[in-house]
């Protein structure tokens, strides 16, 4: 008998920031105004950080990104 390993794929990844901005097409979630859903792959998100470095984080076709305050979350799969 063997034993496959796993890869969990459903991890939530978490970067802070002091601001952000969209680049590509994003939709607001009906029912909560900080969640974005990409609605191409490619969407990108581009991320003052604390010290003032940038970050952009390229995202798949109906990722899920929800944006708390000064932190965003998303899960590792939705990456490109």
């Known amino acids: 008998m063997t034993v496959e390993p796993q890869m969990n794929l459903h ?4 970067k802070m ?3 952000y901005k969209f680049e ?3 939709k ?7 969640n974005f859903i990409s ?7 581009i991320l003052t950080l604390i010290g003032g ?3 952009t984080i390229s995202f798949k076709k109906g990722a ?3 944006v ?6 998303y899960y590792a799969q939705d990456l490109l």
């Open 17 to 19: 920031f002091n601001t």
């Open 24 to 26: 590509g097409r994003w």
């Open 11 to 14: 991890v939530k990844q978490y």
């Open 68 to 73: 708390k305050n000064d932190l965003i979350e």
């Open 53 to 55: 470095m940038t970050e």
């Open 39 to 45: 609605q191409e792959d490619r969407s990108s998100i």
């Open 28 to 34: 607001h979630k009906k029912n909560n105004n900080q």
């Open 64 to 66: 899920n990104i929800i």
